[in-house]
């Protein structure tokens, strides 16, 4: 089972910011079959990346993907206040299971 | 518009059963894998179940061992969970998922169901 380590755990930026979200694989994802994810408070997950890099439709372009091998990242290029909640990478390659990390929290100072 | 919409959750007894349904509209059901993810409140995401299209295949997460099934009824444009004795930590919101076209990531989600296992 592929395990995902997200970092950091939490956080606390201001509108405007770049943030750059980790998420390291404890081994290779086959195809680099990594998504990205970002949940609300009170909702349910949204997709935003697909395949390390691919943006999922009607995700504005602030969001992106980027990474290989066991080593991805998310990067917001400017924080939006609606940005806020926990966003999840998830690897779906070769055979199951599927696994998720464990999440990093961005909140607004 | 996709709709993915659980029902069928509830509070349960440890050892007892439950299923969930799906009822699926906003696009051709029959051509896409379908899973379950779940995530205890307050809690991370954990992948369950996934169904392709036909049936063909059917995968299960190694911790439930057997005690979860998938099904699907293409007929009814309609995803299912059989839940079988029920653990206290199978306490979860489940959410019904589509399945991507590139790959068995989830392209659309339910709004969830809350199961809740407890005497």
């Known amino acids: 089972e592929i395990v995902l380590t997200q970092s950091p755990g939490t956080l606390s930026l201001s509108p405007g910011e770049r943030v750059t979200l980790s998420c390291r694989a404890s081994?290779?994802?086959?195809?680099?079959?990594l998504a990205w994810y970002q949940q609300k408070p009170g909702q349910s997950p949204r997709l935003l990346i697909y395949a390390a890099s691919w943006r999922a439709t009607g995700i504005p372009d602030r969001f992106s993907g980027s990474g290989s091998g066991t080593d991805f990242t998310l990067t917001i290029s400017r924080l939006e206040p609606e940005d806020s909640a926990v966003f999840y990478c998830q690897q779906y390659g070769g055979s199951p299971p599927w696994t998720f990390g464990r999440g990093t929290k961005v909140e607004m100072k | 518009e996709v709709q993915l919409v659980e029902s069928g959750g509830g509070l349960v007894k440890p050892g007892g059963s439950l299923r969930l349904s799906c009822a699926a509209s906003g696009f051709n059901f029959s051509s896409h894998s379908m899973s379950w993810v779940r995530q205890v409140p307050g809690k991370g995401l954990e992948w369950v179940s996934t169904?392709?299209?036909?049936?063909?295949?059917?995968y299960h997460a190694d911790s439930l061992k057997g005690r979860f099934t998938i099904s699907r009824d293409n007929t009814k444009n309609s995803l299912y969970l059989q839940m079988n004795s029920l653990r206290a930590d199978d306490t979860a919101v489940y959410y019904c998922a589509r399945e991507g076209d590139y790959g068995d990531y989830v392209r659309d989600w339910g709004q969830g169901t809350l199961v809740t296992v407890s005497s």
């Open positions: 081994q290779d994802v086959p195809d680099n079959y």
């Open positions: 169904m392709s299209s036909s049936g063909s295949y059917i």
